[in-house]
């Protein structure tokens, strides 16, 4: 999905799906970050697309004045 495809995404979301979806992505990216310390990573990249992801969604939050984190 490219940013601002993801971006209107989020700006269409209401309140409560935007801290759904951030409380997602902060465990898939704490899962990510178990699985680089044991050494079973799939995708590294994929660390760099979830920070990206969360600092839209919460450019987003800011936006609208939501504290999401």
Do not use: H
């Amino acid at each position: 999905m490219k940013a601002n495809d993801q971006i209107k995404e989020f700006r269409e979301n209401d309140e409560r799906e935007l801290r759904e979806r951030y409380n997602e992505l902060m465990k898939e990216l704490f899962n990510l970050r178990f699985q680089a310390s044991m050494a079973q990573l799939s995708s590294p990249a994929r660390f760099k697309q979830v920070r990206k992801e969360i600092a839209r969604l919460k450019t987003v939050a800011k936006e609208r004045n939501i504290k999401v984190g």
